[in-house]
């Protein structure tokens, strides 16, 4: 009876004895300190010659900007880093079984690594917190704002993609100390940067690669792992923006050969349509970068049509020139005609007031008689008939022949005029042949070279 009251004695201590843990047994185990230096003035190796395996994991969260103008990618990304600190360990069975703990992260060592393209500094809150296991591995998660440097493309633009690298290594210690390994290959890291994406703009996420680098510098080999994001721009807004307007104004100006030549209303709607490019051009100049490798399509695309329309502009102001040039010779003709028919008349009341005697006389002349059988029947008549009627015919006579003038001037002025007139319709319509000509094969090109 007695040993059976002691068992059960002995079996309640133990339950009502359960003994309980904390964070703190840990950090007091480990003697983790913020004034213990040990754990963060060296690399954590017990042995030198070992080098501290840092495994690195990068998402793609978000694509703020890309910037054509200063080449710069600013994404917004999820990194991870792992690495074993050989200082810490200790047995999850003596700490109830914890395996975990986090701690702030200027207690421990961590690896120098920077962005080399990175250009600004990183402004974003960091986790103030880094998680270790018992094992000694230590772990640090980050979001971070990256502005970086890119090297772009605008070939295409905007049908292009482009291709941007975040390079990531140590700014002290080389290979020899620490080794650079991706915890994710290609595939899983753009399946996992699909899934956590949340933002991308007028891009579309492609696909992101993962490789590693090695080079050497100064005798040393260094290590690199570099992230390249692949991204391809959506068109839909330039597009609308700038190609279809640019376009739109290229059909105005193939529309405004049906306006007549004869006024200036054309040549003032050439010159609307040539600033209209103008202001677009400039719009353009906002939005690609100063120095390219190769001239952008889209530069192509608005030179060659402005080009086309101003040299549209050029035959508008040469055959307006010609139109021109044939009034004002119309003009001078008829200027002429009056002036000499104003002095025929002066002439011909001097005459009759001169003239003492007179009288009537009716002289038929057939219509189909020819002008130049009537001035030898006037001579005849001047010297035959002495009479009052002899003044009368050479009246009739000189009506006729100021008549004669008057059909040699409009003939004159129509042959003088026809010439000019005809030469600005020829040029006008080989004009427009060759234009259409050339547009469709310039727009069929510059499509093809797009979609190549």
């Known amino acids: 009876m007695r040993v059976a009251f002691i068992?059960?004695?002995?079996?309640?201590?133990?339950?009502?004895?359960?003994?309980?843990?904390?964070?703190?047994?840990?950090?007091?185990?480990?003697?983790?300190?913020?004034?213990?230096?040990?754990?963060?003035l060296t690399r954590p190796v017990l042995d030198y010659t070992h080098p501290t395996i840092v495994e690195l994991d990068i998402f793609l969260y978000a694509i703020l900007a890309v910037v054509e103008k200063t080449q710069t990618f600013i994404p917004f990304i999820w990194a991870t880093m792992m690495w074993n600190n050989e200082r810490i360990m200790w047995d999850p069975a003596q700490f109830c079984g914890i395996t975990q703990i986090s701690v702030p992260r200027d207690m421990l060592w961590k690896p120098d690594l920077f962005i080399y393209e990175m250009i600004q500094k990183d402004d974003s809150p960091q986790n103030p917190y880094m998680y270790v296991s018992s094992d000694g591995t230590v772990t640090t998660e980050d979001d971070m704002k990256v502005v970086s440097t890119c090297k772009m493309d605008v070939h295409k633009f905007p049908f292009d993609t482009q291709r941007c690298n975040i390079s990531i290594g140590s700014a002290v210690h080389s290979?020899?100390?620490?080794?650079?390994?991706?915890?994710?290959?290609?595939?899983?890291?753009?399946?996992?940067?699909?899934?956590m994406m949340k933002t991308q703009g007028e891009w579309e996420f492609l696909h992101l690669f993962v490789a590693s680098y090695n080079f050497t510098y100064d005798g040393r080999h260094w290590e690199q792992l570099i992230y390249t994001f692949t991204m391809k721009r959506r068109p839909l807004l330039h597009v609308i923006n700038f190609l279809l307007p640019i376009l739109f104004f290229l059909c105005l100006d193939l529309a405004s050969y049906f306006i007549s030549d004869h006024r200036g209303e054309k040549l003032g709607f050439k010159v609307t349509v040539l600033l209209a490019i103008s202001v677009l051009l400039l719009i353009l100049n906002d939005i690609l970068p100063s120095m390219s490798n190769k001239t952008p399509l889209i530069a192509t695309y608005c030179i060659v049509i402005f080009a086309l329309m101003l040299l549209s502009l050029l035959e508008t102001i040469l055959v307006t020139y010609l139109m021109e040039k044939d009034s004002q010779a119309k003009l001078r003709l008829r200027n002429d005609w009056e002036d000499k028919h104003e002095k025929v008349k002066i002439n011909n009341c001097n005459t009759e007031e001169k003239r003492q005697t007179?009288?009537?006389?009716?002289?038929?002349?057939?219509?189909?008689?020819?002008?130049?059988?009537?001035?030898?029947?006037?001579?005849?008549?001047?010297?035959?008939?002495?009479?009052g009627e002899s003044h009368v015919l050479l009246l009739i006579l000189g009506e006729l022949k100021e008549l004669q003038k008057t059909m040699n001037l409009h003939i004159s002025c129509k042959e003088a005029g026809g010439r000019s007139s005809h030469w600005a319709t020829r040029i006008n319509r080989a004009f427009f042949i060759f234009y259409v000509v050339i547009v469709s094969t310039f727009l069929s090109l510059i499509y093809m070279e797009w979609n190549n």
């Open 7 to 40: 068992v059960l004695l002995f079996l309640t201590d133990g339950a009502f004895c359960k003994k309980v843990c904390n964070y703190q047994d840990i950090v007091d185990y480990l003697n983790l300190t913020t004034d213990n230096s040990v754990f963060k």
């Open 175 to 195: 290979v020899d100390e620490i080794r650079l390994i991706p915890f994710s290959n290609s595939s899983r890291a753009t399946q996992f940067s699909r899934e």
């Open 358 to 387: 007179g009288c009537s006389c009716i002289c038929k002349v057939s219509d189909g008689e020819k002008q130049h059988e009537l001035l030898p029947v006037a001579e005849e008549v001047d010297n035959t008939v002495h009479s």
